[in-house]
């Protein structure tokens, strides 16, 4: 499994999935929600890191909750960890647990 060591024009994957995550938190800010949360784990940990750490967790946090009710689940973290884009930073323990936490809403 690649853990976001694969480069493509020098950047690698972890760092195109940081930069979409900082994009998805801005959109999300334009729609009136500042998840501050998600970007301070960021800043701690890099997104990847806090991705993981977000899905493993056995409650949803208030943020995911508001953007499905908001018809968003597109700016969920569980939703970037399914795309195929990511697929080589996750385990498929990751990939299962966003998706049963999208099943359930």
Partial sequence: MHTGVCQIDGVSIADDFQAACFKAIEECRQLGYDPTVWASMIER???????????????????????VRAGRRDLTVEWAVLQDRWRPLFLDTHREAAQWRLDQR
């Fill in 45 to 67: 940990h890099g997104a990847v890191a806090a991705a993981k750490r977000l899905v493993e967790t056995s409650t949803p946090q208030p943020g995911f909750e508001r953007l």
